[in-house]
């Protein structure tokens, strides 16, 4: 016995792992791993494969390493372990085809990891597949179970069934996909006799699909089933409608044991049913020609037997016609019904019975009937034939026959939609054509006064068409008009409807808008001009006077002046009011008259004009007509007393022009300037310079006032 004390040892232990730790990380490496598979990389299917993952770690006395191992399949982890040993093993026992793969082993040291190289396993061959089935004895068509299964084998599996005989090929019967391997599924047998069953799967893997040998062989035998049945008809020979029909159906000698119903089928109609046999009576008619099937039933197997029956006609169908074919209102149409015999020594032509229905609810007992065509008379008609023989009572109906007096139309009225006369341009227009009666179908068309052809038409059982003009424009304009007619061929015009086509709303706003820029043009044209004549007439006037005031001689009459000239002799009437020069010498001392000292003029004056206007007085009465000369010998201006001013300055008070009449008051004679001249010319609202001028008397060198 240890003589140490526990807590002793446990505290040394202690002290050497604190020793350990005191100093630098530990350190390791690993080193290699490698991945072997024993015994072999191929086996054969079922043999036990071991696979083991080795490492190998250098590392400075770590104890107690531990490893962490991991296998993979194809990338797809199947095992993993910790152990603190170098290596591991994981054993597939037995390998199968599915085992085949990529294997690989990867081991992490706690931070550091390493995978080993990869290895590929080859497992041939597949497990044998076993064949189960429930029945080895079956009768034809009987259904039994099979069983295919690999119970060792694992992945995506299709199982197939076979079918082999001794003398024929094999032949494949079912084939099932499952995700088990193993699949269960029902086989019918139809073949009579002895054969061979197995089958065989297919696994798909991920190198590809692989096929396995057949499974054992099942013999099998198929008895025949003996369920033909047999049918018997009575009367076999002629039958007619009204006769009575015996059927039997049966099987003869069925298997003991075995459970058969027979069926009498017409037309997949079963007429009847019964077990191993039965009989079926009935009363046959026209219709009833065709075939009989008796068939017999065990299981899904079935026999079945064939019998056609005639049954003759002992009087045709009635039939009803009606003349003439076309019938329109008012017109006297027939209906004749008709039927034909067949075999008349069965039936007596006189016990025919014969009766027209109208609707089935009027009838005549007759077979012809005769009416005036209208509308309570259109409708369904029919004809029934009722025949009695041999105590039987047969009783026959003609399809239906349908009479409709055909009404011409009535006349169309025809609509515009908008309800307007006036549309406007790009609108949409519908004309729409309406009857109040007629038969169907009708013919419709519409028309434009100015165009030869339609501009539609139309077929419709309906009693209302339309036509669209989606975007009038303006030649669309004018008169429409519809026209209809049915199969009475009776044509009929719809009264005309005129249509006013307007210019679109953009148009005329368009020419709103250019009317009233052209009226401002206008007056803005007719301000303008006015404006530019005021301004042309006030720079006349400017001009004018600017030209008056460089005169060199100013003419400066008073009034007691002008009375006086008027006064003085004969002789000086019609002169000049200065006398004309006499010699050089005169028009020497002319010019040498100082330029201060004005120089007056007689001026001849005439009695005022009564009926003429009183000038008009500015100021003063005194008119100043002062003539300077300059001692250079041209004449200049001196202070003028009064102003000329323009005509127009004055025209408001004196609309008659006043400049006008002072030139004919004073310069009324020949010498004085010719005032009526002056006078008369010119409007009084215009200043003309050719009037200023004439009111300045030029003295210039001796030059007469008046030239």
């Known amino acids: 016995m240890d003589p140490r004390p526990p807590n002793l040892l446990l505290l040394l232990s202690s002290l050497l792992h604190l020793a350990q730790c005191d100093g630098t990380q530990p350190s390791y490496i690993i080193d290699s791993i490698g991945l072997t598979i024993l015994p072999g990389n191929t086996v054969l299917s079922g043999t036990a494969v071991t696979l083991r993952c080795q490492v190998s770690i250098s590392h400075d006395n770590i104890p107690n390493l531990t490893h962490t191992f991991e296998l993979t399949w194809d990338n797809n982890p199947i095992h993993s372990a910790n152990t603190a040993e170098d290596s ?38 597949l497990q044998t597949p076993i064949l189960h089935l429930n029945s080895t004895t079956h009768y034809e068509s ?19 069934f076979y079918q082999r005989f001794r003398t024929r090929p094999p032949q494949k019967l079912k084939q099932l996909p499952s995700k088990w391997n193993s699949a269960e599924i029902t086989l019918v047998l139809r073949d009579v006799g002895d054969s061979i069953l197995y089958c065989e799967y297919e696994i798909y893997l991920t190198s590809g699909a692989k096929h396995s040998n057949s499974s054992n062989e099942i013999p099998v035998l198929v008895k025949a089933l003996f369920i033909a049945p047999i049918m018997n008809v009575l009367p076999s020979d002629e039958i ?3 006769d009575i029909v015996d059927v039997v159906c049966k099987v003869v000698d069925p298997p003991k044991n075995v459970e058969v119903e027979v069926f009498l089928i017409k037309d997949r109609t079963i007429l009847k049913k019964g077990n191993v046999a039965l009989s079926h009576r009935f009363r046959v008619q026209e219709g009833d020609s065709g075939e009989l099937v008796c068939k017999a039933e065990r299981g ?39 039927s034909s015999i067949y075999y008349p020594d069965r039936i007596n032509n006189n016990s025919m019975q014969f009766t027209i229905s109208k609707d089935n609810s009027t009838s005549i007992e007759s077979d012809t009937y005769e009416a005036v065509a209208a509308a309570d008379k259109n409708g369904n008609y029919t004809c029934e034939v009722r025949i009695t023989s041999s105590a039987r009572v047969f009783v026959k109906e003609s399809p239906k026959l349908t009479v409709t007096a055909k009404e011409p139309v009535s006349k169309p009225a025809l609509t515009v939609q908008p309800n307007t006369r006036e549309i406007s341009e790009g609108q949409p227009m519908v004309l729409v054509c309406s009857l109040q009666r007629g038969s169907p179908p009708f013919s419709f068309s519409w028309h434009h006064s100015g165009r030869e ?30 026209v209809s007619t049915n199969s009475a061929n009776e044509t009929k015009h719809s009264h005309r409807v005129r249509i006013r086509v307007t210019l679109a709303g953009w148009k005329k706003g368009l020419i709103a808008f250019f009317c009233i820029v052209l009226i401002i043009i206008l007056i803005l044209a007719f301000i303008f001009k006015k404006c530019l004549r005021q301004f042309k007439r006030r720079r006349t006037c400017e001009l004018s006077v600017k030209s008056a005031s460089t005169k060199v001689e100013r003419l400066s009459l008073t009034q007691a002046e002008v009375i006086e ?12 009011i200065w006398s004309e020069p006499v010699s050089g010498s005169d028009s020497d001392d002319l010019n040498s008259v100082t330029a201060a000292e004005p120089q007056y003029a007689d001026v001849q004056t005439r009695q005022a004009d009564p009926n003429r206007a009183e000038p008009v007085k500015e100021g003063t009465n005194t008119v100043y007509s002062e003539v300077r000369n300059s001692t250079q010998g041209v004449p200049v201006q ?21 400049a006008g009449h002072h030139g004919d008051d004073v310069g009324h004679g020949d010498d004085v300037g010719h005032g009526d001249d002056v006078g008369h010319g010119g409007d009084a609202n215009q200043c003309d310079p050719s009037v200023i001028d004439e009111h300045i008397v030029e003295i210039n060198n001796g030059t007469d006032i008046g030239e």
């Open 300 to 338: 899904s197997a079935q026999k079945e037997t064939y019998k056609n029956i005639i049954v003759k006609e002992l009087f045709s169908k009635p039939r009803l016609i009606v003349t003439p074919t076309v019938i329109f209102e008012g017109d006297v149409f027939t209906l004749t019904c008709s």
């Open 565 to 576: 000239v008027a006064n003085a002799t004969p002789g000086m009437m019609g002169k000049s």
């Open 638 to 658: 001196a202070e003028a007393q009064g102003s000329m001013e323009c005509p127009q300055a004055n025209n408001d008070s004196s609309p008659h022009g006043d």
């Open 453 to 482: 052809e339609a501009l539609y038409s139309n077929t419709s059982k309906k009693m209302e068409e339309s036509y669209t003009i989606n975007d009038v424009q303006r030649e669309d304009g004018g008169e429409y008009y519809c």
């Open 240 to 242: 007619f409608e009204g």
């Open 88 to 125: 591991i093993e994981y054993h597939l026992n037995p390998a199968r085809a599915a085992d085949s793969g990529s294997y690989q082993c990867r081991v992490k040291v706690k931070e550091k990891s390493k995978t080993s190289y990869e290895q590929y396993l080859n497992v041939a061959g």
């Open 142 to 160: 009987d259904e039994f179970l099979a069983t295919c299964s690999a119970p060792e084998e694992k992945g995506s599996f299709v199982f197939r």
